[in-house]
């Protein structure tokens, strides 16, 4: 018997931390301008995983592709998942940001024969949740 499964876009799950201020956050580290609140300092909630629109999870330190900027594909590393407590102070279930770190592809690797990557240090994006087809 099957089943019928419905996927809620940018669902997320709790890294079980408790909420911190941006600055606090690794992508408040890299990207202090990224995320500002209207209402002044605002807590974020940080995500271990999160659903994205294809139905597929993306968790911290998975590998994708993403179009930055309007660019052709990019291969980077989710370093966090993050959305803004809400304002009744409950935690959202939905992600609102993805801090991602760009890599470069390089020579290929004899074991695999499949290209080496490596993190760019200072090259960190934050994108939404919901990338994919």
């Not at 956050?25 to 890299?30: D, F, N, P």
């Not at 760019?120 to 994919?132: H, I, S």
């Amino acid at each position: 018997m099957s089943q019928c499964l419905t996927v809620i876009v940018g669902i997320a799950i709790s890294d079980g931390s408790p909420p911190k201020l941006y600055a606090n956050t690794k992508a408040g580290l890299h990207c202090p301008n990224g995320l500002k609140s209207p209402l002044g300092p605002t807590k974020f909630c940080t995500y271990r995983s999160v659903t994205l629109k294809n139905g597929d999870i993306c968790s911290v330190g998975d590998w994708v592709l993403v179009r930055l900027d309007g660019a052709g594909p990019a291969v980077c590393r989710v370093d966090e998942i993050l959305t803004p407590l809400s304002l009744n102070g409950q935690t959202p279930q939905c992600a609102g940001a993805v801090l991602l770190q760009r890599a470069t592809l390089t020579e290929i690797a004899e074991t695999y024969h499949m290209p080496k990557v490596y993190l760019e240090c200072n090259e960190f994006f934050l994108q939404p949740p919901v990338v994919g087809a």
